[in-house]
């Protein structure tokens, strides 16, 4: 499979989930979608803010994940924490890196925001090469992320 093309990958997903507000129903969609879009995604997914500087499992594509990551652990949780993009070049080098799977060497974390910028949850990427992802990755979901889920509820 090719490297994913963004255009076309925003232009699916835009007329999937027009008019849509259901978070999970738009997550369920997104992780589908992303995840066929690039063979260098292993693992595609989301977790949701289910409480304070809590984390919960969502909709998502691949091997089982964990259920519940705390905002002071993983990947997942420096997102959450600092609300900024993590691309992770080599899971391995990462403090506190929680491994779903022992094949994963990368990583790409983005943060999940409605239009009033409240935190819904973070998307998940993991690819089982290493250096995998990189800032045309991130800006690119990055943008896909804050229209789908502009308008939807905390
Ligand atoms: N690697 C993530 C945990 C989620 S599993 O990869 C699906 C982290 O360190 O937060």
Redesign the pocket.
């Known amino acids: 499979m090719a490297r994913v093309d963004y255009s076309e990958l925003s232009r699916v997903i835009a007329s999937l989930t027009e008019g849509e507000t259901d978070t999970v129903a738009l997550m369920a969609t997104l992780a589908c979608e992303i995840h066929h879009a690039d063979d260098r995604f292993d ?1 595609t ?1 989301f ?1 949701r803010v289910v409480a304070p500087e809590v984390l919960k499992i969502g909709p ?1 594509q ?1 091997g089982h ?2 259920l519940v ?1 705390p905002f002071v ?6 997102c959450a924490r600092t609300g900024e993009a993590q691309i992770v070049a080599d ?1 391995e080098a ?1 403090p ?6 022992s094949s ?1 060497r990368s ?1 790409l ?1 983005l943060p999940v925001r409605n239009g009033a910028g409240v935190l819904l949850g973070v998307l ?1 990427i ?1 690819s089982d090469r290493a250096v995998a992802f990189d800032e045309a990755d991130a800006g690119a979901l990055q943008a896909i992320l804050d229209r789908v889920f502009e308008d939807c509820a905390e």
């Open positions: 693992w997914g977790y998502y691949g994940g964990c990551i652990r993983g990947v997942c949780g420096a899971v990462f506190g890196h929680i491994a779903c799977s994963t990583e974390v998940d993991d």
